[in-house]
């Protein structure tokens, strides 16, 4: 199984971006998905993450600023991020959880600074 991530940059604080992550290879179905980043000098942490079936759980630094949706038939995770601040700067990376195990994505570069 492999995860390639999408859309990461550079923004404005206060602006928007959309990441994707779509799963592909050997695939039968796939549990939860999610994003995690990761700062400079600081430990990884959850972003955000969706069940098969549509339940959402997020951090409380980004309740209400991000929004975590996927596409089964797709096999792919999205991360609407907006009222971006220079605290969310960091890698994301998205993961799916297929069979019992968990797969992780290359990650991917975010930077919100003016």
């Known amino acids: 199984v492999q995860l390639q991530a999408f859309g990461g940059g550079l923004v404005l604080p206060g602006g928007s971006l959309r990441l994707s992550c779509a799963a592909s290879?050997?695939?039968?179905?796939?549990?939860?998905m999610g994003w995690y980043r990761q700062a400079p000098g600081k430990q990884r942490e959850l972003v955000a993450i969706?069940?098969?079936?549509?339940?959402?759980n997020y951090a409380d630094s980004v309740k209400g600023r991000f929004t975590i949706s996927r596409d089964n038939a797709k096999n792919t995770v999205y991360l609407q991020m907006s009222s971006l601040k220079p605290d969310d700067t960091a890698v994301y990376l998205c993961?799916?959880?297929?069979?019992?195990?968990?797969?992780w994505g290359q990650g991917t570069q975010i930077t919100v600074s003016s």
């Open positions: 993961t799916a959880r297929v069979a019992a195990s968990s797969y």
């Open positions: 290879g050997s695939i039968f179905s796939i549990g939860v």
């Open positions: 969706i069940t098969s079936g549509g339940s959402t």
